[in-house]
Each structure stands twice: as C-alpha cells, then as structure tokens.
C-alpha cells in the first residue's frame, strides 16, 4: 500500500511515544494509539478505498482529509477498522457546504460537530443510542467521534487561539457521537424523516454550542412535555437568536418516554414541531436588552410581533431525535450557531467505491 | 488576490494568527494585514468612522504594495 505520509521512528516505552506525540501537538492531550504503517492499513482496509483519495480539504487549514491521513487519526483515536466507514462519512457530510464548516470551526462560539448514527449499522457496531449514549464507555461512540475531531486539529489546523478562536470551546470538541433508539421510538427513525431508507445507514452532523437537560417528571401528558420545552426554551431566545447570522436548526434530543407520551396524545413528529414553533414565537421583550432587540429587529424583523420575538421563523428548525435510556423523563436541548445547517448523509459501506469525482474544495 | 487585484486585509487584532493559517492556505503566506482593534462588530459608527481615517494610510500603502506593516 502507497503510503506518503512522514515516519517518526521513536524510541522508548508507551510514556515517551505518547509524550512525543503530544508535544508534536497531534493529540487532544489524552493518550493515543501510535499510526504504525500495520495499524493505518488495517484502518484502511476498514472501507478499502485508495489511500492517496481526498474527501476534500479541511478548513481552515484546508489540509487535504485523505484516506491515509484519516486512516491516522482514527488509529490514534482508538478507532477499530469497522468504524472507519462512519468516521469518513462523517467528514463528508461535514465537508457539505450547508454546514459550513469553516465557521464552525473557526468561531469564538463553541459548536463542534455532533454525529447522530442511523440505520442497521447501530446494531453491528454497538453504536449506543441508550443510558449515557453522550457520555463514556462506549468503544464506537467514544473513538469514531474523537477520530473526527482528531482530524479537525491534525488536518484542518483547528489548533486552540490559532486556527480555532472558540472562547471556552466545549467537552464535546473530544469526541461527541451517538445513535437513534429507532426500535423505540413512536415515529418514523430521523434518516427516513430525512427521505432515506430505514436500512440505509446515515450520518447526521449539527453544529450544537452545548447541550442541556430538561426534565419534566410531573407531566403526563405529551402536550405537558411540550407545554414545559417551550417555556424552558424562552429562556434560550438570548444566546439562539443571533442577528448577525442566518437561523439554524435546534436539536432536540428526547427521551423515548416523552417521545411515546406525544404520540399517546396524537402528536406526530412534524405536529412537534409546530407546537415548539407556535409556542416559542413571543419572547417576551424584557428578556432582552435594548442594545441586542435593536440588533435583531434591524435583520430579522419578520420575527417580531407586537407580542414578542420569535425564537425560529419556521417550525422544520425544530428538530426532533429519540435517544437516551429509559426511567427518567429527560429531554435535551441544544443550541445554536445560527450560520450552520444539519445535514444527513448516507455512510459509505467496504468494499463499494469511492464516489467518482473528488469533491473540489 | 486571487484575480490580480490590489487587495488591503483588514484583520481584528485576536483574529490574525487565523488569517495566517488561512492566507498561508490560500498560497499568500506573506500577505500584508491591516490590524484593526477587536472586537469590531459591536462598536458604535462612529468609533468604526474614526478607526477607518486612522488607518486609511495603511490601507492604501497595502493596495500600493507598499506594505507598512510586516506579518509577524
């Protein structure tokens, strides 16, 4: 296999590799696995397309995310072979022009990819879509998303203060990756919401800022879910609603307990939707200064009303995935960077080939 | 720059270390930059008003391609 990428013959125990490695600035400061020749062809042998094959060029460095140089980062990340499809399509779906990933990763916001798994591929890999499916202890959540990351800093030269001004940035810039609990959710899985098939496999990329939590265990009736998110969500018209900026789409992440509750009371997905919508469009404006109301209504004036300031202009920037184990009614909100759009991909599967064209960066 | 043309880079003092890793990338690694304070974008007008007759010398030594200030 061609490899063109440059050895480092080091010496020494793990410590002293890992050390190295470190100070080069290749890590995300935990240890990583070393990318020997064996390691990176292996990986790329995960999906067997060319090694010397650009997905395209990662900003804003725009170095150019080949399969050797992913191959590299997903090694060192703790990737197995199996997960390398997911993690190249995941920066494909990055790489689409709806994302868009320069500002995603050059902003002082701290929005970081998150990479939401659909389809049969959940199951092969043990994608965890259940109890902690954000947090640790999941090899395929834990990996494919550091993998992605690792690869924003060693490629794209997303490097703290210097290619990235994030301010606080987030813990989620380590690695944030789960899956859909479509055998347990009331409504069509998000994939097939999105027009693709329910065996297809699919990777969902937001840009979120954080996430937090909402939990409601009082209620017991969906519209009293959805009657409390719209409340908790006033108070997010302050950091979601960005003048300067287009208007992005807020994940919501529930719970399959709060999602069933809303089918029980005859809410599909898209009436969801449009409850969040109807019942976040006054803001009241005491929530805002004077300074940042007169911001917003010079670029976003079909948002206000005499009432208030809408949080979306549309009810499809709601949207709507089931995730999240079971026996606490927790749903999750995340915001927005406002100049960025989710985008969902089909992940390429081994052995197929790449797609003809490299795509121009 | 990439057409031929005489271009000025007015860059906020935090953001300069981005634009040389972006420059670099686009094939001007030596490009010349205007650094403008930071932040920018919540400035009233008129402190943009005076900041623009401030370095409106610069400016034009940068489309001149006599540059005034050297990247670091």
Same mark, same amino acid.
């Given at each position: 296999?061609? $490899? !063109?990428?440059?050895?480092?013959?080091?010496?020494?125990?793990?410590?002293?590799?890992?050390?190295?490695? @470190? =100070?080069?600035?290749?890590?995300?400061?935990?240890?990583?696995?070393?990318?020997?020749? =064996?390691?990176?062809?292996?990986?790329?042998?995960?999906?067997?397309? /060319?090694?010397?094959?650009?997905?395209?060029?990662?900003? /804003?460095?725009?170095?150019? #995310?080949?399969?050797?140089?992913?191959?590299?980062?997903? &090694?060192? #990340?703790?990737?197995?072979?199996?997960?390398?499809? &997911?993690?190249?399509?995941?920066?494909? +779906?990055?790489?689409?022009? #709806?994302?868009?990933?320069?500002?995603?990763?050059?902003?002082?916001?701290?929005?970081?990819?998150?990479?939401?798994?659909?389809? /049969?591929?959940?199951?092969? $890999?043990?994608?965890?879509?259940?109890?902690?499916?954000?947090?640790?202890?999941?090899?395929?959540?834990?990996?494919?998303? =550091?993998?992605?990351?690792?690869?924003?800093?060693?490629?794209?030269?997303?490097?703290?203060?210097?290619?990235?001004? +994030?301010?606080?940035?987030?813990?989620?810039? *380590?690695?944030?990756?789960? +899956?859909?609990?479509?055998?347990?959710?009331?409504?069509?899985?998000?994939? !097939?919401?999105?027009?693709?098939?329910?065996?297809?496999?699919?990777?969902? &990329?937001?840009?979120?800022?954080?996430?937090?939590?909402?939990? *409601?265990?009082?209620?017991?009736?969906?519209?009293?879910?959805?009657?409390?998110?719209?409340? +908790?969500?006033?108070?997010?018209?302050?950091?979601?609603? *960005?003048?300067?900026?287009?208007?992005?789409?807020?994940?919501?992440?529930?719970?399959?307990?709060?999602?069933?509750?809303?089918?029980?009371?005859?809410?599909?997905?898209?009436?969801?939707?449009?409850?969040? @919508?109807?019942?976040?469009?006054?803001? /009241?404006?005491?929530? *805002?200064?004077?300074?940042? $109301?007169?911001?917003? =209504?010079?670029?976003?004036?079909?948002?206000?009303?005499?009432?208030?300031?809408?949080?979306?202009?549309?009810?499809?920037?709601?949207?709507?995935?089931?995730?999240?184990?079971?026996?606490?009614?927790?749903?999750?909100?995340?915001?927005?960077?406002?100049?960025?759009?989710? &985008?969902?991909?089909?992940?390429?599967?081994?052995?197929?080939?790449?797609?003809? !064209? %490299?795509?121009? %960066? | 720059?990439?057409?031929?043309?005489?271009?000025?880079?007015?860059?906020?003092?935090?953001?300069?270390?981005?634009?040389?890793?972006?420059?670099?990338?686009?094939?001007?690694?030596?490009?010349?930059?205007?650094?403008?304070?930071?932040?920018?974008?919540?400035?009233?007008?008129?402190?943009?008003?005076?900041?623009?007759?401030?370095?409106?010398?610069?400016?034009?030594?940068?489309?001149?391609?006599?540059?005034?200030?050297?990247?670091?």
């Amino acid at each position: 296999m061609g $490899l !063109v990428s440059k050895r480092h013959l080091l010496d020494g125990d793990v410590d002293a590799v890992f050390d190295h490695m @470190y =100070r080069a600035g290749w890590t995300d400061g935990l240890p990583v696995i070393p990318p020997t020749r =064996r390691r990176v062809e292996a990986m790329i042998e995960g999906l067997g397309w /060319p090694a010397d094959f650009s997905i395209g060029r990662l900003p /804003p460095k725009y170095g150019e #995310a080949t399969i050797e140089k992913l191959a590299i980062n997903a &090694v060192m #990340a703790g990737c197995l072979p199996e997960y390398f499809p &997911v993690v190249v399509g995941s920066i494909q +779906a990055l790489l689409d022009p #709806a994302y868009n990933l320069y500002s995603v990763n050059t902003t002082t916001h701290p929005a970081t990819p998150m990479l939401m798994i659909n389809g /049969p591929i959940r199951h092969e $890999l043990d994608i965890n879509f259940s109890w902690g499916c954000m947090g640790p202890g999941w090899r395929a959540n834990a990996t494919i998303g =550091r993998a992605v990351n690792l690869a924003m800093l060693n490629i794209g030269g997303r490097i703290p203060g210097v290619g990235t001004k +994030a301010v606080h940035a987030q813990p989620g810039r *380590f690695t944030w990756c789960f +899956a859909e609990w479509e055998e347990e959710s009331p409504w069509e899985p998000y994939h !097939v919401e999105r027009g693709f098939d329910r065996n297809e496999n699919t990777v969902t &990329v937001a840009a979120p800022g954080g996430v937090r939590t909402m939990e *409601f265990p009082e209620c017991v009736t969906g519209e009293d879910v959805l009657e409390n998110i719209a409340g +908790a969500l006033h108070g997010e018209g302050g950091i979601n609603i *960005f003048p300067q900026f287009g208007q992005g789409e807020m994940p919501v992440i529930m719970c399959t307990e709060h999602a069933k509750m809303m089918m029980q009371d005859g809410f599909t997905k898209q009436k969801a939707k449009e409850y969040l @919508y109807e019942h976040t469009r006054h803001i /009241p404006f005491s929530s *805002f200064s004077k300074s940042k $109301l007169e911001a917003m =209504r010079k670029i976003r004036p079909d948002q206000f009303s005499d009432k208030g300031v809408a949080l979306a202009a549309r009810p499809d920037q709601f949207m709507i995935y089931v995730s999240g184990g079971p026996g606490g009614l927790h749903t999750r909100f995340c915001d927005t960077f406002g100049d960025t759009w989710i &985008v969902t991909k089909r992940l390429p599967r081994k052995g197929e080939p790449p797609p003809p !064209v %490299s795509p121009a %960066s | 720059m990439d057409r031929g043309r005489p271009t000025a880079l007015l860059v906020s003092q935090s953001f300069q270390s981005l634009a040389r890793m972006l420059m670099k990338a686009r094939g001007y690694p030596d490009a010349p930059f205007v650094v403008i304070p930071h932040p920018f974008e919540s400035l009233p007008e008129e402190t943009i008003r005076r900041i623009a007759r401030e370095k409106v010398t610069e400016i034009i030594a940068a489309v001149s391609e006599q540059p005034l200030h050297q990247p670091a």
